[in-house]
């Protein structure tokens, strides 16, 4: 159970209503009463929807008293007798979905804190939440329902979109949003690139970061990461990309739609990611690359080279995800073997 001290819950919900959103359909008789919340198979009750998408967890499914339980068609046969079930070809989506009837993104409460500042000129859409400590420039433009929670910073002359969300103590500067962007606690977007020119007698002397950041619709930027603004052309994050905590983003870069960055990566200047590239976490990116659509990038990898659509790379340099495996037994065989001797 949720605590209501910090999350907000609705509901209850009959199952067939979880089923519609879920896009699945109910296998054998729903449950008598209303569901009221999500949980564990471990820990659910009645009143619980829980799910199985991991197949090492079906030995629980015996002793599970959730009211409802979404799995795959595949995994139906396994399950008890005694356990409804909501059935969806992704049982992990459908969870996301009736976990999110439950607990819904929260709307602004709208109004000004006392304590903000929002200076003339900048512009406030409808029903926009101010929360205390925060700053809204001049010239920047905040859409419907938007939240700007305590002490976050939006730069002069920023467009964020409708239904955002802005973390406390973040800061959003030379930047465009579109809807429904999200940007977590400490979260920097739109700082000056990392470029500079060098020169052992002159020292070192910074070029002018005159691009933007350019965020389309439905983004989620984690905490504390950094996206970097353009140095000429803009810095681009496509619809749908989630990009986790701890991430640096450098100057021109470009994502696709999308694409999952997951902790600790880096991704230097002016690389490119195609459309839906997963790159794991502490994985690193040189600069001036071009990373296929598909690309799935095993965690703290280093890729150095173009990667061709729909390939799975991994290692230091990143080679197929094949042949690396296939270094790592050999290396181990002759380490044994030397061992040995």
Known sequence: MADPRFFETAGPFTAEALAAA????????????????????????PGDVTFLSNRSYISKLAECRAGLCVMAAADVPRAPEHLP????????????????CFHPPRSANPGIHHRAIVEDGAVIGQ????G?????????????GTIIQANAVIDRGTVIGRNCVIGAGAYVGFACLGDRVYIYTGARIGQDGFGFASDPAAGHVRIPQVGRVIIG???EIGANSTVDRGAGPDTVLGDNCMIDNLVTLGHNVRLGRGCV????????????FGDYVVAGGQSGFAGHLKVGSG???????????????????????????????RQTVALA?????????
């Open 132 to 144: 205390p400590g925060a700053v809204v420039m001049a010239g920047a433009e905040i859409g419907d």
């Open 85 to 100: 079930l909501l059935v969806a070809p992704a049982a992990y989506m459908a969870f996301a979905r009736v976990s999110r």
């Open 22 to 45: 879920a896009n699945g359909v109910l296998d054998g008789a729903p449950p008598a009463g209303l569901l009221t919340g999500v949980a564990s198979i471990d820990s659910a009750g």
């Open 295 to 325: 690309s799935r990038i095993a965690a703290r990898s280093g890729v150095t080279r173009a990667i061709a659509p729909g390939s799975e790379m991994g290692g230091f340099p990143a080679i197929p995800i094949r042949d690396w495996h």
């Open 333 to 341: 065989r002759l380490a044994k073997r030397k061992h040995e001797d």
């Open 261 to 272: 960055v997951v902790a600790q990566v880096g991704i230097s200047g002016s690389t490119e």
């Open 217 to 219: 619709n439905d983004v």
């Open 127 to 130: 029903g926009v939440e101010i």
